[in-house]
């Protein structure tokens, strides 16, 4: 179901791997929705080709970019503003990886060169992205800019690792960066931490069932699907919300202020009886 919530918006998706990332539903849900938008992911993920149908389906140009390279990302936001005839009213940040969680690394014995491109992929990428936003004087007032996080920012999931980090940067960025932006520009940035979730990204962390399932459990609504926090991004996209900046925003079904819950509770006594 449509309500036209960005009609008349353009901007830039970044992330969109294949139809389990959280990134194809929201440009799947931006396209419904009215926006036109230009995707973009790293020249790496363009080979595998399945981002082509995704763009085909929502009559969008792809610009290739790795999130790491300023230049990219320059070359990104002017062909995204020359190609949709003006500034942008939104973006979305969709990009994480870490390459110890890859190698399977554990807490003690992290790789820091590792660690570093961690940072800069799934953190780092982000401050740049704004940088040159804000360099190319590419957003629109009143404009938005997303990204996600996850709530191993503010809480220990051991197999996690670095990523942990990744997302505490990330939740800053989007707090410094959007009072930067809210004074320049009007622009308002946000974070959505995300549930755990079956894409290519999410099932790459080690024991990925056990806590998605756990989560499941300890969440009142269940875990949060990829299509609902697309719907959540287009809200931020929206006129709706334009007075909410430099927040992470938790879209987990109460995940993060349940202590225990019945299920959790059940589960443990049926593996002790
Ligand atoms: N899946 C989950 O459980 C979950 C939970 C909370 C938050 N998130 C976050 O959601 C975001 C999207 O992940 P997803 O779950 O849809 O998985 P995904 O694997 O589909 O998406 C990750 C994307 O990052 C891109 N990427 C990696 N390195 C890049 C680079 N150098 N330049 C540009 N793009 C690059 C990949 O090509 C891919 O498209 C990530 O930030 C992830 O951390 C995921």
Avoid at 239 to 258: K, W
Wanted: with cysteine; aromatic share 8%; charged share 20%.
């Amino acid at each position: 179901m449509s309500n036209n919530l960005l009609a008349g918006k353009v901007g830039i998706i970044s992330g969109a791997l294949d139809s389990k990332s959280i990134a194809w539903k929201v440009a799947q849900k931006a396209h419904a929705e009215g926006a036109r938008f230009v995707l973009t992911n790293a020249p790496l993920a363009m080979r595998m080709g399945e981002i082509k149908q995704l763009a085909e389906e929502c009559g969008a140009l792809i610009v290739p970019a790795d999130a790491t390279s300023v230049e990219e990302l320059e070359n990104l936001f002017s062909q995204a503003t020359e190609h949709l005839g003006g500034k942008l009213d939104f973006v979305l940040h969709s990009i994480g990886m870490s390459p110890n969680i890859r190698k399977k690394k554990h807490y003690g014995e992290l790789d820091y060169k590792f660690f570093q491109q961690t940072l800069d992929v799934s953190a780092l990428s982000f401050h740049k992205m704004m940088a040159v936003a804000e360099r190319q004087d590419a957003m629109k007032e009143w404009g938005s800019i997303v990204a996600l996080s996850y709530i191993a920012a503010q809480r220990v999931f051991p197999d996690y690792t670095d990523m942990s980090q990744a997302k505490a940067m990330l939740e800053s960025i989007a707090r410094n960066y959007g009072y930067r932006l809210g004074k320049l520009k009007k622009v308002r940035v946000n974070t959505i931490s995300q549930s755990p979730t079956k894409t290519t990204a999410g099932t790459g962390v080690g024991g990925f069932d056990a806590f998605y399932d756990y989560a499941d459990k300890m969440s009142p609504l269940g875990n949060a699907p990829a299509e609902a926090c697309a719907d959540y991004c287009i809200t931020l996209f929206s006129d709706l919300t334009r007075y909410v900046t430099m927040q992470n925003l938790l879209h987990d079904g109460g995940f993060s202020s349940t202590g225990i819950s019945e299920d959790v509770v059940e589960a443990l006594m049926k593996m002790n009886s």
